[in-house]
C-alpha cells in the first residue's frame, strides 16, 4: 500500500486530522475522548466511555462508525437481554436442520449502550468475543468480522439497578476514557449546530482495510528500552506488594496487571505516530497512563477516607 514504514507514519498522520476534523463536523470539543476512541481502534482495542447523560457518547461512536466506513451495530443493554441476543442463536429451518442465525455481535464497530445495565450473564457473553474476536454457540465457533471493536458506555450516576462490570471484563477494555461537560463556548456551539435544520453529510476517510494495515504498522513502531522499562515500571509501582511503591502500598488494594503494561507501549507506539514522531518516548506512555491505569487500579479504604480518587493516585506514580 505504501512504499515504507515512513511514508505510511506519514499518512497515518494526515488520515489522523483529517478523521479529526470530520467528526469535529458533528461532535463539538471532547478532543481526548475523540483521540483515545481513535488509538484504541488503530491498537486493535476496546474503549469504555463513562460519563453523565446528554454527553454524545452514542453520537460521537455513530460518528466514528461513519468516517471510518465500517459496520455499525447498536446494542441497547437492559437487565432482560440475554447472551443469545447480541450473540445469535440456533433456530431450526423449514428441513428441521439446525441454523445459526447471527446477533448484532457480528458487526465491525459494536456500540454497547450502557452496558452496566445488564447482569452478568450477559456481560460475560461479550468476553470471548473481545478478547478471541469470535463467539461459540452450540459448541460450534463463528469468526467475528474484522476488524472488530467494542465501545461501550456507562452512565456513572445511576448505580441503582445496575451490575458493576467484573473486573476481568474491564481488564479487556484498552482505555477507560471520561467525558467531561463542554465549557461555555463549546455548549455554544453544540446548541447552535443542533437546533437548525442542517444537516451534515459525513465524508468516508478510512477504510476497514487501511484501518487493518495501520494496525500492523502501529505493532512495527520500534521502541526503545528506557521507554519499555519505564511503563512496566510504572505498573509495577502501581501493585501494593514487595516490588510496588510506597504510594501503593498505602492507597491500592489491587494493581494493574500485565495487559496494562502491553497496552501502555501499545498506544504510546501510536500516540507518537499520530503526533509525527517514529517511535515513543517516556512523554508519550505518561500521555496514555491515566485511561489504561484509571480501571485497572483499585482505591483502598484508606484512600477513600482521605479523599484520593483514582486520578490523583496515577498522576502521583506518574
Known amino acids: 500500500m505504501y512504499q515504507s514504514d515512513v511514508e505510511a507514519a506519514n499518512a497515518l498522520q494526515q488520515k489522523y486530522k483529517a478523521l479529526k476534523n470530520e467528526i469535529a463536523r458533528i461532535i463539538v470539543g471532547q478532543q481526548e475522548v475523540v483521540e483515545g476512541s481513535l488509538i484504541s481502534i488503530l491498537c486493535n482495542g476496546h474503549s469504555l466511555l463513562v460519563g453523565v447523560p446528554g454527553l454524545a457518547k452514542t453520537l460521537l461512536v455513530n460518528t466514528i462508525a461513519q468516517v471510518l466506513d465500517l459496520g455499525f451495530k447498536r446494542i441497547q443493554f437492559t437487565p432482560?437481554?440475554?447472551?443469545?441476543?447480541?450473540?445469535?442463536?440456533?433456530?431450526?429451518?423449514?428441513h428441521r436442520n439446525f441454523k445459526f442465525i447471527k446477533g448484532p455481535l457480528f458487526s465491525n464497530i459494536i456500540l454497547a449502550d450502557e452496558i452496566n445495565r445488564t447482569p452478568p450473564k450477559t456481560q460475560a457473553a461479550l468476553l470471548e468475543a473481545m478478547q478471541e474476536r469470535q463467539v461459540t454457540i452450540g459448541g460450534q465457533v463463528h469468526l467475528l468480522p474484522a476488524p472488530f471493536f467494542v465501545l461501550a458506555t456507562q452512565n456513572p450516576i445511576e448505580q441503582e439497578?445496575?451490575?458493576?462490570?467484573?473486573?476481568?471484563?474491564?481488564?479487556?477494555?484498552?482505555?477507560?476514557?471520561?467525558?467531561?461537560?463542554?465549557?461555555?463556548?463549546?455548549?455554544?456551539?453544540?446548541?447552535?449546530?443542533?437546533?437548525?435544520?442542517?444537516?451534515?453529510?459525513?465524508?468516508?476517510?478510512?477504510?476497514?482495510?487501511?484501518?487493518?494495515?495501520?494496525?500492523h504498522l502501529v505493532r512495527r513502531v520500534p521502541v526503545p528500552d528506557n521507554v519499555m522499562e519505564y511503563a512496566v515500571g510504572l505498573v509495577h509501582r502501581t501493585r501494593p506488594n514487595q516490588q510496588g511503591s510506597d504510594l501503593a502500598r498505602n492507597y491500592i488494594s489491587w494493581g494493574a496487571g500485565p495487559r496494562a503494561s502491553q497496552n501502555l507501549i501499545m498506544a504510546s507506539k501510536c500516540y507518537a505516530l499520530l503526533h509525527g514522531k517514529y517511535s515513543p518516548d517516556i512523554e508519550d506512555v505518561k500521555a496514555v497512563a491515566l485511561p489504561i491505569l484509571r480501571h485497572r487500579v483499585v482505591r483502598n479504604y484508606k484512600a477513600e477516607a482521605e479523599g484520593l480518587n483514582i486520578e490523583e493516585i496515577i498522576s502521583r506514580l506518574l
Open 161 to 215: 439497578g445496575t451490575y458493576p462490570l467484573p473486573e476481568a471484563q474491564l481488564d479487556r477494555f484498552m482505555f477507560n476514557i471520561w467525558l467531561d461537560y463542554p465549557s461555555f463556548e463549546e455548549e455554544l456551539n453544540v446548541v447552535k449546530n443542533t437546533t437548525t435544520d442542517q444537516k451534515v453529510q459525513l465524508n468516508k476517510i478510512m477504510s476497514g482495510e487501511e484501518i487493518m494495515y495501520f494496525q
Open 80 to 94: 432482560d437481554l440475554m447472551p443469545s441476543d447480541i450473540t445469535g442463536a440456533e433456530i431450526l429451518d423449514e
